[in-house]
């Protein structure tokens, strides 16, 4: 008798983890759906929230989208939407979500008024009299939209969210806790600029939004040529007797960084210490590709192009005076005050 109980209870035992284990399979497979009310309660905790970006945004209807915690477009085809169209924000910009629709399979997040042009009932009813007719509030002020959205999306449908559930899903593109537009800028840079940045440093390498986060926006500013003839901008920090900075700029990426001491020594720095070459770059520096064989042209058969890339005689360099006819630099007439 007591060996039968004994069977009876070891088979209990057994069975007991088996049941538990379908049940747990049986609710994490069977997700809820999300019901009308958790979707009034989501777009009333997102809507008119501020948040930091932490990614390009490209302007226009087509934004980014999310699903899996994968984010896409990638980040070179979001540099070609965005030389299409332009930007709606940077890594570090604040915006401000004005829209938050909870679909079928999606949940779109607009921001700074989203991709596509929202008009008023009312626009679209005029009144006419005397020959004319008026829109009752005006017409709109701008036919583009400047905005942008971000879009969850899910295989069968949207399940039960919470606002913390969804804004843990958009964390690769908002930051919503940076409490101020600096602390969200430099969570987005390698952790050598981020300490530069901190400690009011220039690299060279940096671009000039970079330069602005580390010393502010300059006081000072020349344009010239070096010595090679190419055009540069120099912004400069400080002055004698204190220690000044020269900061170069060729295009958007400081190239040299010249530091003058409060005991006159002369530091200076042209080896690149940071490489952030942007996609917006690269695709700037291709514009100027390679024509197809049969492109358009205003040449008459037989005729030859004095320049092959587009057709055009390309005006003969000339001697044009600088900024400088000396030949040196204008910081050296500041540089000369700590001798």
């Not at 309660?41 to 390009?56: A, C, G, N, W, Y």
């Not at 040299?256 to 080896?271: A, F, P, S, Y």
């Amino acid at each position: 008798m007591k060996r039968a109980c004994f069977c009876l209870l070891a088979a209990a035992m057994l069975l007991l983890p088996l049941t538990i284990t379908a049940d747990d399979s049986k609710s994490s497979t069977s997700s809820e759906k999300m019901t009308p009310q958790t979707k009034l309660l989501v777009m009333r905790d997102l809507q008119s929230e501020r948040v930091f970006v932490k990614t390009p945004l490209p302007m226009g209807e087509k934004g980014l989208a999310i699903k899996d915690g994968k984010l896409t477009p990638n980040q070179q085809e979001v540099a070609q939407l965005a030389m299409l169209h332009g930007f709606a924000a940077k890594p570090g910009d604040r915006v401000v979500i004005t829209n938050v629709v909870v679909g079928e399979k999606s949940i779109l997040i607009e921001i700074n008024g989203g991709g596509k042009k929202h008009t008023k009932w009312y626009q679209h009813v005029s009144f006419g009299a005397g020959g004319g007719s008026v829109t009752p509030g005006g017409a709109p002020q701008s036919l583009e939209a400047k905005g942008s959205s971000v879009t969850l999306q899910f295989d069968k449908y949207v399940p039960e969210l919470t606002g913390e559930q969804v804004r843990a899903m958009l964390a690769p593109v908002f930051d919503f806790k940076a409490l101020n537009q600096t602390e969200a800028y430099e969570k987005t840079l390698p952790p050598k600029v981020q300490e530069a940045i901190k400690n009011h440093q220039v690299l060279v390498g940096m671009d000039r939004e970079m330069v602005v986060y580390a010393k502010g926006r300059p006081p000072k500013k020349i344009r010239d040529k070096d010595d090679k003839g190419v055009d540069y901008e120099e912004w400069i920090y400080g002055d004698p007797p204190q220690e000044v900075d020269f900061v170069r700029f060729q295009g958007t990426f400081v190239t040299r960084l010249e530091i003058m001491t409060v005991d006159g020594q002369k530091i200076v720095r042209t080896e690149k210490e940071v490489d952030l070459q942007s996609r917006e770059t690269e695709l700037a520096a291709k514009k100027a590709e390679e024509k197809p064989a049969d492109a358009p042209s205003l040449l008459r058969p037989g005729e030859q192009a004095d320049d092959s890339s587009n057709g055009r005689q390309q005006p003969q360099p000339t001697d044009t005076p600088t900024t400088n006819p000396g030949g040196t630099s204008p910081h050296w007439q500041i540089a000369g005050l700590y001798q």
